[in-house]
């Protein structure tokens, strides 16, 4: 089956930091741009950043960039989000996307929860 | 900042037809945008509706359809169903790797 999972959430204080990663499976992982998307409990989805299908490109929502970074590993077929200065407002599931062929978001993992707080 | 709108909630009769709308603060909607939107029922990850304003995804009944209307992208479903009682986003794509979410839209069929 064609699937993403996200691993690596947990609870974290105030100012730590967190790795995520996203194992893909049953397709061709280096074709495809990548994404993280989050949601906040009890709120609406929320673009986190994105990868391009060589890693080359990487690019971040307002809120997360210069704390976030993005990667992947086209050989083990993992993407992975590293999370630095984690706020409160950082709490949330996070989502695993893959980038379809017109600028959406075609499959989805499950998520893994991450939470900040003290 | 870029804020992309939609209803925060409608409901809809069982057999009825609903539009969801989602509109961008600064700029009508257009199919340069390549508007998508996605389902999500509480506790599951979001499902793929539609992409580029009106292609259906994979798997996705063609009660579900996308357009423009006016200003903005719109989601209408025909002959809506109890299970599509769900979350509804709208997502546009700004360019340069960059999406934004609009703030969803609770359906409620009754």
């Known amino acids: 089956e064609v699937q993403l999972v996200e691993s690596g959430g947990g609870l974290v204080q105030p100012g730590g930091s967190l790795r995520l990663s996203c194992a893909a499976s049953?397709?061709?992982?280096?074709?495809?741009?990548m994404t993280w998307v989050r949601q906040a409990p009890g709120k609406g989805l929320e673009y986190v950043s994105a990868?391009?299908?060589?890693?080359?490109?990487?690019y971040y929502a307002d809120s997360v960039k210069g704390r976030f970074t993005i990667s992947r590993d086209n050989a083990k077929n993992t993407l992975d989000l590293q999370m630095n200065s984690l706020r409160p407002g950082d709490t949330a599931i996070y989502y695993c996307?893959?980038?379809?062929?017109?600028?959406?978001?075609?499959?989805w993992g499950r998520g893994t929860l991450v939470t900040v707080s003290s | 900042q870029t804020v992309v709108t939609q209803e925060p909630s409608i409901s809809v009769s069982p057999g009825g037809t609903v539009t969801i709308t989602c509109g961008l603060s600064?700029?009508?909607?257009?199919?340069?945008?390549?508007p998508s939107w996605y389902q999500q029922t509480p506790g599951q990850a979001p499902r793929t509706l539609l992409y580029?304003?009106?292609t259906r995804s994979s798997g996705v009944p063609d009660r579900f359809s996308g357009s423009i209307l006016g200003d903005k992208a719109a989601l209408t479903i025909t002959g809506a169903q109890a299970d599509d009682e769900s979350n509804y986003y709208c997502?546009?794509?700004?360019?340069?790797?960059?999406?934004?979410f609009g703030g969803g839209t609770k359906l409620t069929v009754l």
């Open positions: 580029s304003t009106n």
């Open positions: 600064s700029d009508s909607v257009s199919i340069s945008y390549y």
């Open positions: 990868i391009s299908e060589s890693g080359g490109g990487t």
């Open positions: 996307a893959r980038g379809g062929s017109v600028w959406y978001f075609d499959l």
């Open positions: 049953r397709f061709t992982f280096r074709n495809y741009a």
């Open positions: 997502v546009l794509y700004m360019g340069s790797g960059v999406w934004v």
